[in-house]
C-alpha cells in the first residue's frame, strides 16, 4: 500500500480503537447463556476488517466542525448493522471465509460436528441457525445504541430518533431490495440486464450505507436532526458515490486479488455467477468458444480452480476489468466534486484520502 494512505489508517485505527472499546464496555457488551450464539455474535467484531464506515461516519461529523467522538455511537451503530448484513449475506453467497475466519454459518456447523456428534445434514443447519440468530441480535445491538446520542452526548433527542428511522426503514428497505436483486440477476441472462441495472444494484447495496454514514456524521456534527441542511446532502453524495465504487473496487479484488490479503476466496464470485460489471463487459467480447466457456463456469459450483483462472483470464483479456476500474474512478471523481463544498480541514483531507485509497487498494 503506498505510503500517502498512512495518515488515512492511523486515522482509521484511532477511530476503530475508539469504537470497539465503547462497544465491548461493560455498559455495552452483550452475554448470553449459551456461549455458541455469543461467540457467534462477536466473531466477525473480534476479526477487525477494516472498518471504513464508522471512521467515515466520523470524519463526516469533524468535516462539518464537529467533535468526531460525539459520533461514536452512530458509529458503533454502522460497524454492527454492516457486520449483521455480512453474516447473512455469506449465507446467501455459501462463502466459507470472511476477514480471513471461519463464515459464522460455516464455523458453527463445523463446531456441531466437533463438539454436538451432529452429522452433515444436522450441523449444516445448525450452522445456518446460528448464523441468522447472530445477524438479528447484531442488528438489535446496533438500534440499542443510537440514544446514546442524547443521553450521553446530550445531542438533540429527535435527531437519534430521526437516524433510526432512516437506517431501519428507508437504509434498509434499500440495501436488502439490492441484495435480493442481485440475487434474482445471478440467475438472469446477461443479454437481458443492462449495466445501468448492475449499477443501480451497486448503489443498493453498498452506496447506500455509505450515503448514511456521510449524512447522519455530518448531522451529528451540526446538532442538526432533519438532514436537510446543504453540507448533510453534499457529503452523503460524497460518501453513496464512494461506496459505489467501493463496491466496484471490490468485485476487482474479488478475482484479481491476493487471497491471504483478501482474507475470503478469491473467484467466489465466478462461481456464484454474479453479475458484475466485469463480467457484462468483457462477455459480448469473447470468440463464441470463450463465451460458452465463460457460461459454463459463472455459477459452477463444480468448476475447478484452473477454470476459475482462466475465466479471470478472459476477463482481463477481453477490458473487463479495466473498464470497471474506469467506472470506478469516474464514480470518484464525481464524489470529490461534493467533498469540494466542504471547508479545509484535517477531516476532509482523510475524506479525500479515503476516495483514493478506494480505488487503489489491494484488500
Not at 174 to 189: A, F, Y
Not at 283 to 312: I, Y
Not at 319 to 341: D, F, R, T
Request: charged share 20%; glycine share 8%; net charge negative.
Amino acid at each position: 500500500m503506498s505510503e500517502k494512505f498512512t495518515p488515512l489508517m492511523t486515522a482509521i485505527t484511532e477511530r476503530q480503537s475508539l469504537v470497539k472499546n465503547y462497544l465491548f464496555s461493560e455498559q455495552n457488551g452483550l452475554h448470553f447463556a449459551y456461549n455458541h450464539l455469543q461467540d457467534a455474535v462477536y466473531s466477525y467484531v473480534r476479526a477487525g476488517g477494516k472498518s471504513l464506515r464508522p471512521a467515515v461516519l466520523m470524519f463526516a461529523c469533524g468535516a462539518v466542525g464537529g467533535d468526531d467522538t460525539t459520533a461514536i455511537p452512530a458509529a458503533a451503530t454502522v460497524e454492527l448493522y454492516h457486520t449483521f448484513t455480512l453474516v447473512h449475506d455469506d449465507i446467501i453467497d455459501r462463502d466459507e471465509m470472511r476477514r480471513g475466519v471461519p463464515t459464522v454459518h460455516h464455523d458453527f456447523a463445523t463446531r456441531a460436528k466437533a463438539e454436538l456428534g451432529f452429522n452433515t445434514q444436522q450441523a449444516n443447519h445448525y450452522g445456518l441457525t446460528i448464523a441468522i440468530l447472530a445477524g438479528d441480535m447484531q442488528q438489535g445491538w446496533a438500534a440499542s445504541l443510537l440514544p446514546d446520542l442524547h443521553f450521553i452526548h446530550n445531542l438533540p433527542a429527535q435527531l437519534p430518533l430521526t437516524l433510526t428511522r432512516e437506517l431501519f426503514r428507508t437504509i434498509q428497505t434499500t440495501l436488502i431490495n439490492g441484495e435480493t436483486v442481485d440475487v434474482m440477476q445471478s440467475q438472469t441472462s446477461f443479454d437481458k440486464i443492462s449495466e445501468a441495472e448492475v449499477l443501480q444494484m451497486l448503489w443498493q447495496k453498498t452506496g447506500v450505507l455509505y450515503e448514511f454514514c456521510g449524512r447522519a456524521g455530518a448531522a451529528i456534527g451540526l446538532r442538526h436532526p432533519t438532514l436537510d441542511h446543504p453540507l448533510i446532502h453534499a457529503m452523503g453524495q460524497f460518501t453513496g458515490k464512494c461506496g459505489t465504487a467501493f463496491q466496484i473496487q471490490d468485485d476487482i479484488l474479488g478475482i484479481t486479488a491476493d487471497e491471504t490479503k483478501l482474507g475470503k476466496k478469491v473467484g467466489a464470485d465466478i462461481i456464484e455467477g454474479k453479475r458484475t460489471i466485469i463480467v457484462l463487459h468483457a462477455l459480448p467480447k469473447m470468440s463464441p468458444s470463450q463465451h460458452k466457456f465463460t457460461l459454463s463456469v459463472l455459477g459452477n459450483h463444480n468448476a475447478t480452480r484452473a477454470d476459475v483462472q482462466e475465466v479471470v483470464g478472459l476477463l482481463q483479456k477481453h477490458g473487463g476489468i479495466a473498464h470497471a476500474k474506469n467506472l470506478a474512478e469516474g464514480y470518484v471523481q464525481e464524489a470529490l466534486s461534493h467533498l469540494a463544498l466542504l471547508p479545509d480541514s484535517q477531516y476532509k483531507d482523510w475524506l479525500g484520502l479515503w476516495a483514493d485509497y478506494i480505488i487503489g487498494r489491494d484488500l
